[in-house]
């Protein structure tokens, strides 16, 4: 048996350059992991070149997601002919701009390379993430990173974020990622430079970092759907706006707060409205 887990993912700031002519999206991301994960465990069954998910997530069990997908594609690629049940008890919110499904992908990659010591490299594992997802080869890292091209370019360093926290907020609402950047492709994208932010990092500063938080997709979610208009006013109203943002393609917001800020009240008052939770980083 082995166990993994797998961490959520947020954009700190995220730009979309561009659809490319393969139809992937060319993509300019700080990204960092939080605590929230789900749990993975992976044992071996007694049927042939047969993968089963068993998860506390319908979407998840017995259904054709990128999950399964990739866990398929790793036994056949690598000639693996035993059966294998993978259990994922689920935390991550699903639709929510948090990476949920390509962490646990990302998860399957390490689980099934640790179970059939396959030995891969990280460079390798990686490869086999963006077939399936932008998001996959980070997930495969446990730092922050600023993550490149449609994903497969990470470069991780360290970032000392252990005076502050995250606030996660959902609105208990689903937003399909493949619906955003359908919209998204028909606008402008809202790009700014990266370089600003890159320079915040390399000095650690993360006041800077909380003022200049940036996500492309934000400003065409919130003239598709209404309800993430009011949400964030809401949000903004409540909170202020200076490191909020909302996080990959919705449908949650993220803010980063200094560990002494306090949003109890705020988080007592919506807590039914809303999923809300505060969070360490990684």
């Known amino acids: 048996m082995i166990v993994e887990k797998a961490y959520a993912k947020v954009n700190l700031f995220l730009n979309v350059l561009g659809k490319r002519k393969d139809g992937y999206h060319d993509l300019e991301m700080l990204n ?6 789900d749990l993975l ?3 071996l069954i007694d049927c042939d ?3 089963i998910i068993k998860s506390n997530d319908l979407f998840l069990s017995n259904q054709d997601n990128i999950v399964l997908q990739v866990a398929k594609h790793m036994l056949k690629n690598f000639n693996i002919n035993n059966g294998l049940e993978i259990k994922i008890e689920k935390n991550i919110p699903f639709g929510a701009g948090l990476a949920g499904n390509s962490a646990d992908s990302a998860a399957v990659i390490k689980g099934i390379d640790k179970l059939f010591n396959l030995n891969l490299s990280t460079k390798e594992m990686m490869d086999i993430g963006v077939i399936f997802s932008a998001d996959i080869p980070y ?3 446990d730092k922050p990173a600023f993550v490149s091209k449609i994903g497969e370019i990470v470069n991780d360093f360290e970032l000392d974020l252990s005076e502050y926290k995250l606030l996660l907020i959902n609105p208990r609402e ?3 990622t493949k619906d955003v950047f359908g919209f998204a492709d028909k ?3 809202d790009i700014k430079d990266i370089d600003k932010i890159k320079e915040f990092c390399e000095q650690n500063n993360i006041p800077a970092i909380r003022e200049n938080v940036h996500n492309s997709l934000e400003e065409i979610v919130i003239n598709n759907y209404d309800f993430m208009r009011n949400f964030k006013d809401n949000l903004v109203a409540e909170l202020g706006s200076e490191g909020l ?3 990959g393609s919705g449908s949650s917001f993220i803010k980063i707060l200094h560990k002494n800020e306090d949003v109890s009240d705020f988080i007592s008052r919506y807590n039914e409205k809303y999923l809300i939770k505060l969070h360490n980083f990684l």
């Not at 960092?32 to 994960?37: S, Y």
């Open 32 to 37: 960092v992991k939080i605590d929230l994960h």
């Open 41 to 43: 465990e992976f044992n």
């Open 49 to 51: 070149n047969t993968v």
């Open 139 to 141: 997930c495969l890292f």
């Open 174 to 176: 689903f937003i399909s």
């Open 187 to 189: 606008h402008h994208f």
């Open 245 to 247: 943002v909302m996080t």
